[in-house]
C-alpha cells in the first residue's frame, strides 16, 4: 500500500467535488476539483519522467503555497520520487547545505527563488513546467511501490545548528494520516483553512496529506496574513485550521469588529511546532469561544501525542499518545522515571522516520534498540525533556540540549520562561546557560519587552517566585527572538552574554 491508495479516495471517487481554492493577490479566487487534480498531476508526472526522473530520484521544491505545488507533489507520489521540501525563507548557504546533502536531479521553483539557489543549481521554473505538461498525455501514469518506499526527506528545523534531513516513508506518511483522521474526526464534510507553509512537515504531512485522504475542501493561501486572516474565516467558513503559537497571538490582536468571525463555524483549531503558553490558550478560548488543541510531534515523527478532541484539553500539556504510539519518559541511565519527573522523551511507532538521509552516524546517537520484546522497533530519542502525570497526560519541559546545570541543581529554561511569559510588558522569553567557573552554568534570560517594563521588577517577580539558582543572572533585552519559519526559537542564534 502506498499514499495513492488513501489519495484515490478522493481523486478518483469524489472527481467533480471542488478539492482546492487559492486566491491571488487581488482576492479572486481559482478553483480546482479533484477530478482537475488528477489530471494535472498525471501530465506533471509524464513531464518528469521525460526529464528521466526514476523511483528514488530526489527532487526538491523551492516553491511557495500554491496550486503548483500540489501538482508536483502529487506527480512525485505517482512515480515515488522523493520530494524535498525547501524553505523558501532560507538563504544561498542554507539552501546549498540541504542541496549538497539530498543531491536532488533539479530544484522546481520560480524566478524570483530561484536568485536564492547555488551556482551550478539545475532549476526548474514551474510555470514553464506547467506549460510543458499542459499538452501531455492526462492518464494515469503510476509505478509500483512499497509502503517503504521514501515519499520525503524533511529537514529538521536546525535549532541547535545545521538540519539534518529526516526519511519519511509511504508507511511513515500514511499511518499518520490515519491517526490524525480517526483522533480528530476529520471527514469530507470538513472545510480546511490552510496557512502554513507547506515546506514543512506541520503544513504538509499534516494538513495536505490529511485533505488528499479525505476529500474535504481546501483554502490555500499563500501566508498568514494577519491583516487580512479574518477575511478568510468569513468568507470561506472553515472547520478546520492548523496553526503556531505566533498565529494564535496575531489572531488575538485582530480587532474586535472583525473578529467575529474567526470562531463562528469552526470546528477544531490545532497548535503545534511550539509551545503555546498557557495564557494565550485561555485567552483564545475567552475571545472565540474554541480551546485549541495542542499537540506534539516532530520533523522525524509526525504527530506524536495529542489533547483529546472530545475530552480534556489540558493548558501547557500536549496531551495523551496517539493510538499505536508508544512512550518512555527516561533518565541519563535510560532507566523510565516515575510520573511527576523529568525525563527525555522517547517515541516509537509506525510513524516515526526509517533514519536520517545518508548519516548513520545520527542514526546511532538518535535510535536505542527495543529490549522489551524482540524484533520491535527502536525507540527514538526526541531530546525533549517532559513530564507524565498520573493519569498520562504530557507536558514538555524543554529541550535535553538546554538543560542548564548550576551548582549541581537542574534548571530547566522553560519553567523560567514561563515565569517570565506572565509578567507585564514582557512579549517573548528565551533562557539559556552560560558558562561559569564557579557554578558550572548560570541561567541568563534574554526578552523582548515593552519600552516600559523594567528589569528590577522582573528581577524581584522571579526571585518571588523561583529557587534563588533558577533566578537569572541578567535580563537582555533584544528586538525579536531568532526564530525559525515555524516559530521555533533558535537560541544558538541569540547574541553572546556578556554582550560585546
Same mark, same amino acid.
Given at each position: 500500500?502506498?499514499?495513492?491508495?488513501?489519495?484515490?479516495?478522493?481523486?478518483?471517487?469524489?472527481?467533480?467535488?471542488?478539492?482546492?481554492?487559492?486566491?491571488?493577490?487581488?482576492?479572486?479566487?481559482?478553483?480546482?476539483?479533484?477530478?482537475?487534480?488528477?489530471?494535472?498531476?498525471?501530465?506533471?508526472?509524464?513531464?518528469?519522467?521525460?526529464?528521466?526522473?526514476?523511483?528514488?530520484?530526489?527532487?526538491?521544491?523551492?516553491?511557495?503555497?500554491?496550486?503548483?505545488?500540489?501538482?508536483?507533489?502529487?506527480?512525485?507520489?505517482?512515480?515515488?520520487?522523493?520530494?524535498?521540501?525547501?524553505?523558501?525563507?532560507?538563504?544561498?548557504?542554507?539552501?546549498?547545505?540541504?542541496?549538497?546533502?539530498?543531491?536532488?536531479?533539479?530544484?522546481?521553483?520560480?524566478?524570483?527563488?530561484?536568485?536564492?539557489?547555488?551556482?551550478?543549481?539545475?532549476?526548474?521554473?514551474?510555470?514553464?513546467?506547467?506549460?510543458?505538461?499542459?499538452?501531455?498525455?492526462?492518464?494515469?501514469?503510476?509505478?509500483?511501490?512499497?509502503?517503504?518506499?521514501?515519499?520525503?526527506?524533511?529537514?529538521?528545523?536546525?535549532?541547535?545548528?545545521?538540519?539534518?534531513?529526516?526519511?519519511?516513508?509511504?508507511?511513515?506518511?500514511?499511518?499518520?494520516? *490515519?491517526?490524525?483522521?480517526?483522533?480528530?474526526?476529520?471527514?469530507?464534510?470538513?472545510?480546511?483553512?490552510?496557512?502554513?507553509?507547506?515546506?514543512?512537515?506541520?503544513?504538509?504531512?499534516?494538513?495536505?496529506?490529511?485533505?488528499?485522504?479525505?476529500?474535504?475542501?481546501?483554502?490555500?493561501?499563500?501566508?498568514?496574513?494577519?491583516?487580512?486572516?479574518?477575511?478568510?474565516?468569513?468568507?470561506?467558513?472553515?472547520?478546520?485550521?492548523?496553526?503556531?503559537?505566533?498565529?494564535?497571538?496575531?489572531?488575538?490582536?485582530?480587532?474586535?469588529?472583525?473578529?467575529?468571525?474567526?470562531?463562528?463555524?469552526?470546528?477544531?483549531?490545532?497548535?503545534?511546532?511550539?509551545?503555546?503558553?498557557?495564557?494565550? *490558550?485561555?485567552?483564545?478560548?475567552?475571545?472565540?469561544?474554541?480551546?485549541?488543541?495542542?499537540?506534539?510531534?516532530?520533523?522525524?515523527?509526525?504527530?506524536?501525542?495529542?489533547?483529546?478532541?472530545? /475530552?480534556?484539553?489540558? !493548558?501547557?500539556?500536549?496531551?495523551? !499518545?496517539?493510538?499505536?504510539?508508544?512512550?518512555?519518559?527516561?533518565?541519563?541511565?535510560?532507566?523510565?522515571?516515575?510520573?511527576?519527573?523529568?525525563?527525555?522523551?522517547?517515541?516509537?511507532?509506525?510513524?516515526?522516520?526509517?533514519?536520517?538521509?545518508?548519516?548513520?552516524?545520527?542514526?546511532?546517537?538518535?535510535?536505542?534498540?527495543?529490549?522489551?520484546?524482540?524484533?520491535?522497533?527502536?525507540?527514538?530519542?526526541?531530546?525533549?525533556?517532559?513530564?507524565?502525570?498520573?493519569?498520562?497526560?504530557?507536558?514538555?519541559?524543554?529541550?535535553?540540549?538546554?538543560?542548564?546545570?548550576?551548582?549541581?541543581?537542574?534548571?530547566?529554561?522553560?519553567?523560567?520562561?514561563?515565569?517570565?511569559?506572565?509578567?507585564?510588558?514582557?512579549?517573548?522569553?528565551?533562557?539559556?546557560?552560560?558558562?561559569?567557573?564557579?557554578?558550572?552554568? *548560570?541561567?541568563?534570560?534574554?526578552?523582548?519587552?515593552?519600552?516600559?517594563?523594567?528589569?528590577?521588577?522582573?528581577?524581584?517577580?522571579?526571585?518571588?517566585?523561583?529557587?534563588?539558582?533558577?533566578?537569572?543572572?541578567?535580563?537582555?533585552?533584544?528586538?525579536?527572538?531568532?526564530?525559525?519559519?515555524? /516559530?521555533?526559537?533558535?537560541?544558538?542564534?541569540?547574541?553572546?552574554?556578556?554582550?560585546?
Amino acid at each position: 500500500m502506498q499514499l495513492l491508495d488513501l489519495f484515490d479516495h478522493s481523486l478518483l471517487a469524489r472527481h467533480d467535488r471542488v478539492a482546492l481554492e487559492v486566491p491571488d493577490d487581488t482576492g479572486a479566487l481559482s478553483t480546482v476539483t479533484f477530478g482537475e487534480l488528477e489530471t494535472r498531476s498525471n501530465r506533471m508526472a509524464r513531464l518528469l519522467a521525460a526529464r528521466g526522473m526514476r523511483t528514488g530520484d530526489r527532487l526538491a521544491f523551492l516553491l511557495p503555497n500554491g496550486a503548483a505545488f500540489i501538482d508536483c507533489f502529487l506527480a512525485c507520489v505517482k512515480l515515488g520520487v522523493i520530494v524535498v521540501p525547501v524553505n523558501v525563507l532560507y538563504r544561498e548557504r542554507e539552501i546549498a547545505h540541504i542541496l549538497d546533502d539530498a543531491s536532488p536531479v533539479a530544484v522546481v521553483t520560480t524566478p524570483t527563488l530561484a536568485t536564492s539557489l547555488p551556482s551550478g543549481s539545475v532549476a526548474w521554473e514551474i510555470e514553464a513546467m506547467w506549460r510543458d505538461a499542459a499538452v501531455l498525455d492526462a492518464t494515469r501514469m503510476t509505478r509500483a511501490l512499497d509502503g517503504e518506499c521514501p515519499a520525503l526527506i524533511v529537514y529538521t528545523s536546525g535549532t541547535t545548528g545545521r538540519s539534518k534531513g529526516a526519511v519519511l516513508t509511504h508507511n511513515n506518511c500514511m499511518a499518520n494520516v *490515519l491517526s490524525l483522521v480517526t483522533c480528530w474526526q476529520i471527514t469530507s464534510a470538513d472545510r480546511y483553512l490552510a496557512v502554513l507553509p507547506l515546506f514543512h512537515v506541520h503544513g504538509l504531512g499534516n494538513g495536505v496529506l490529511t485533505w488528499l485522504a479525505t476529500g474535504c475542501r481546501m483554502r490555500l493561501l499563500e501566508r498568514f496574513d494577519a491583516a487580512h486572516i479574518a477575511e478568510d474565516f468569513r468568507d470561506f467558513a472553515p472547520k478546520l485550521c492548523f496553526g503556531v503559537p505566533t498565529m494564535y497571538v496575531r489572531l488575538l490582536e485582530v480587532p474586535e469588529t472583525n473578529a467575529r468571525a474567526i470562531g463562528a463555524h469552526m470546528r477544531l483549531f490545532v497548535c503545534g511546532s511550539a509551545a503555546l503558553p498557557a495564557h494565550v *490558550l485561555a485567552a483564545f478560548s475567552a475571545r472565540f469561544g474554541h480551546t485549541i488543541l495542542e499537540r506534539y510531534g516532530m520533523s522525524e515523527t509526525l504527530m506524536n501525542l495529542g489533547n483529546p478532541y472530545a /475530552g480534556e484539553r489540558r !493548558p501547557g500539556s500536549v496531551g495523551l !499518545p496517539f493510538p499505536g504510539v508508544a512512550i518512555r519518559i527516561v533518565d541519563g541511565a535510560r532507566h523510565d522515571v516515575p510520573d511527576g519527573t523529568i525525563g527525555e522523551l522517547w517515541v516509537r511507532g509506525p510513524n516515526v522516520f526509517r533514519g536520517y538521509w545518508r548519516r548513520p552516524d545520527a542514526d546511532a546517537e538518535a535510535f536505542v534498540a527495543a529490549t522489551d520484546a524482540p524484533g520491535r522497533a527502536a525507540w527514538f530519542r526526541t531530546g525533549d525533556l517532559a513530564e507524565r502525570a498520573g493519569d498520562g497526560y504530557v507536558s514538555l519541559r524543554g529541550r535535553r540540549t538546554d538543560l542548564i546545570i548550576s551548582g549541581g541543581f537542574n534548571i530547566y529554561p522553560r519553567e523560567i520562561e514561563e515565569v517570565l511569559l506572565e509578567r507585564p510588558g514582557i512579549r517573548e522569553a528565551a533562557v539559556v546557560g552560560v558558562a561559569d567557573e564557579r557554578r558550572g552554568e *548560570l541561567p541568563v534570560a534574554y526578552v523582548v519587552a515593552d519600552d516600559d517594563a523594567s528589569v528590577a521588577a522582573l528581577d524581584a517577580d522571579c526571585r518571588s517566585l523561583l529557587a534563588s539558582f533558577k533566578v537569572p543572572r541578567a535580563f537582555v533585552r533584544v528586538e525579536a527572538l531568532p526564530r525559525t519559519a515555524l /516559530g521555533k526559537v533558535q537560541k544558538h542564534l541569540l547574541p553572546p552574554w556578556p554582550c560585546p
